[in-house]
């Protein structure tokens, strides 16, 4: 795990000094979008399959 984590934060900040700002903020869109939809599920994923449930019937 110390390998892992050693070789991906040294190519992220690779990465960061190489692309800034053009990698870093689709990334934080993409990371916040797919946050947001985790945690509307998590609160209502049974009301939403019930409702795309009643969409397909």
Known sequence: MLV????????????VLNKGQKLIRP???IV??????????????????QWIGHLWS
């Open 4 to 15: 892992g984590q050693v070789l991906g934060a040294r190519l992220g900040a690779r990465m």
């Open 27 to 29: 990334m934080l869109v």
């Open 32 to 49: 916040s979008a797919c946050m947001s939809v985790k945690l509307i599920y998590d609160n209502h994923g049974s009301d939403i399959t």
